[in-house]
C-alpha cells in the first residue's frame, strides 16, 4: 500500500546508492478498485521508480513467472539494484499453475581489451605521480589482492574515495593513506600533489554540499575502471574510461605493467613505497594514538578516547557497522579494514539504517561478530530493529553514542551559516534513556559515562554470545 511503500523509500534508496541487488514488493487494492480512491491507495509504480532500476505492476497472475525473472536479472546485472513490483490484491489472492523456467544471469566479469589495457598501463608508467582511488567495486568484485598488487607495483598511495561506505582497501597496506573528505578544498589541496587519479571502481569525489572550489586540480588528469559508466565522464572529464570488471582488469593490468616497467619500476615503486610508509595510515595511527590521554574522572567520555577504545578491545575479525556521523568521525583514525566485509557504513546520508543493518549484517555472517556504533539521533529512527535482534538472538553489540542531540545539524548549522543558537536539535528536555528504551525491546543494556564503566561494559557485551547487548555511553558534545 501507498503508505508503506512511502515508509521504505528511504531504505530502498539506501540500496539503489550501495547497488544492493534486491527485489521490493508492496500489495495494492484490487485491480479497478483503486478508482474509487480508497483509504491506503495511490498509484506505487510512480511512487517507486526514482529509487529503483525498475517498477512494475503484475495485472495478469500469468505474467508472474516472467516479472520475477525479468526483476531478478535486472537486479543482478552490474550496476546493480533494487527493483520493485506492486501486487494488487486480486493477484495475491488468485491461484493458477506457473512455471518459473530458468533464471537468467548476466555475466559482467569481463576486462577490456588488450589494445585499452595497454593504453591504460601505458598512461600510468608515464605518470609522473600518480594516486590510485579506491572505491566499492574493489569490495563488490572481491578485488583486495589484486588492488593491492597494482599500488606495489606502481608504489602509488591509495586514498579511499569520498564517501567512505565500505572497506575498499587494507588500511594497513603501507601504501594506504586514508580516505579523502567531502571539503572541496581539502579535496583539491591534497589531489595538487598528483598528476594522474586512477579511479579504481570509485565514485570520482562525490561531495555533500556545494562549495565554489572544484575538488580536482586542472593538472590532475582521470583514468578510471569500473562496471558504472554512468558515474565515467559524469562530473569530471576522464582521459580513459573503461567500463569492466575490476577483478578481472586488475589480473591483466598489473603483470602488463611490470612487463613494460621492468626493473626500473619495481625499484622506483619499492622506494616510493618506502617514503609513504613514513606517513600512511598506520604511521597517522601511531602518531594519534600517542598523542591521546586516557580519562581519569572526567565524564562524559570524550568519542574519540572511546572509539579508540572500542578498536582496541573489538575481536580482529570482527565487522563493524557505522552510523554514528559526528561521534565516529575519528572512528577510522582507528579502525582497520582487514578485508571487504569488515566494515559496513551509511551511503545514501540518510539517517536511521544503521541499526537494521547490523541485524541484516550478522544473519550474513554468523560466523563474526557485529559491532555497530549509532548516534542517539540515528537509533530514533529505526530503533524498533533491537527486538528483531532480540527476537534472532543474535550476539550484536551495540554502542550507541548520546551526545544528547543532533549533534550534526548543529555543527552544520554554525559551520555554514554562522548560527550557534540552535532550536529543536537538543535531547534534554526531556533526557533520553536509550538503554531503558533497549531493555524493553528484550536487550540487555547499560549506560556508562566513565572509561571504566565504558571498559567493563564493553567486555561484557564482547562476552556475551547468546543475544544483543546495548552500550549507551554518554558522550561530549
Known amino acids: 500500500m501507498a503508505p508503506g511503500l512511502g515508509n521504505a523509500i528511504g531504505s530502498i534508496y539506501t540500496s539503489l546508492m550501495s547497488g544492493t541487488p534486491m527485489i521490493v514488493t508492496a500489495g495494492q487494492q484490487e485491480q479497478g478498485h483503486g478508482l474509487t480512491e480508497p483509504l491506503l491507495y495511490a498509484p506505487l509504480v510512480p ?16 505474467d508472474l513467472p516472467r516479472i520475477l525473472r525479468r526483476a531478478a536479472k535486472v537486479a543482478t546485472t552490474a550496476p546493480t539494484g533494487p527493483v520493485f513490483i506492486s501486487l494488487p490484491g486480486d493477484i495475491l489472492n488468485n491461484e493458477a499453475a506457473i512455471d518459473m523456467a530458468a533464471p537468467t544471469r548476466v555475466d559482467t566479469a569481463v576486462r577490456p581489451s588488450d589494445a585499452a589495457l595497454e593504453q591504460l598501463a601505458k598512461r600510468l608508467l608515464g605518470a609522473k ?47 594506504y593513506l586514508g580516505a579523502l573528505n567531502r571539503d572541496q578544498k581539502n579535496v583539491r589541496r591534497i589531489l595538487s600533489d598528483y598528476d594522474l587519479m586512477f579511479c579504481v571502481g570509485a565514485d570520482v569525489l562525490k561531495m555533500s554540499v556545494w562549495s565554489e572550489t572544484e575538488p580536482l586540480p586542472e593538472t590532475t588528469a582521470v583514468a578510471m575502471v569500473g562496471l558504472r559508466d554512468w558515474e565515467m565522464g559524469k562530473n569530471f572529464p576522464a582521459e580513459i574510461a573503461l567500463r569492466a570488471d575490476v577483478k578481472e582488469t586488475l589480473k591483466a593490468l598489473v603483470p602488463l605493467l611490470r612487463k613494460l616497467g621492468g626493473d626500473a619500476l619495481a625499484q622506483r615503486a619499492k622506494a616510493s613505497l618506502a617514503e609513504i610508509a613514513t606517513r600512511n595510515w598506520s604511521a597517522q595511527r601511531a602518531a594519534r594514538k600517542a598523542k591521546l590521554t586516557a580519562p581519569a574522572s572526567e565524564k562524559p567520555l570524550h568519542a574519540e578516547w572511546a572509539m579508540m577504545r572500542l578498536v582496541e578491545k573489538m575481536p580482529k575479525d570482527a565487522i563493524l557497522v557505522e552510523e554514528g556521523l559526528t561521534s565516529t568521525t575519528t572512528l577510522f ?13 551509511n551511503v545514501s546520508g540518510g539517517i536511521g539504517w544503521g541499526i537494521a543493518a547490523a541485524v541484516g549484517v550478522q ?65 534534554n528536555d526531556p533526557p533520553m534513556d536509550i538503554a531503558a528504551i533497549a531493555r524493553g525491546f528484550g536487550v540487555a543494556a547499560e549506560r556508562v559515562d566513565t572509561a571504566a564503566g565504558f571498559d567493563g561494559a564493553l567486555d561484557q557485551a564482547l562476552a556475551k554470545t547468546d543475544g544483543p547487548s546495548l552500550i549507551e555511553v554518554m558522550i561530549k558534545s
Open 129 to 175: 605521480k600518480p594516486v590510485i582511488l579506491a572505491g566499492h567495486e574493489i569490495a563488490t568484485s572481491d578485488a583486495f589482492a589484486e588492488a593491492t598488487a597494482l599500488a606495489e607495483t606502481l608504489g602509488a598511495p591509495v586514498l579511499q574515495q569520498t564517501v567512505a561506505w565500505g572497506a575498499h582497501f587494507p588500511s594497513e597496506h603501507p601504501a
Open 333 to 345: 583514525n582507528y579502525f582497520p579494514f582487514r578485508d571487504r566485509n569488515s566494515y559496513f557504513g
Open 363 to 427: 544473519i550474513a555472517h554468523p560466523a563474526r561478530r557485529v559491532v555497530a556504533v549509532i548516534g542517539d539521533g540515528s537509533a530514533m529512527y529505526s530503533i524498533t530493529a533491537l527486538w528483531s535482534a532480540a527476537n534472532q538472538k543474535l550476539p550484536v553489540v551495540f554502542i550507541i553514542a548520546n551526545n544528547a542531540g543532533y549533534q550534526i545539524l548543529k555543527t552544520r548549522l554554525k559551520l555554514f551559516h554562522g548560527n550557534d543558537t540552535p532550536i529543536g536539535m537538543d535531547f
Open 47 to 62: 511512487i517507486a521508480s526514482p529509487v529503483v532500476k525498475w517498477a512494475t505492476e503484475v495485472n495478469r497472475i500469468e
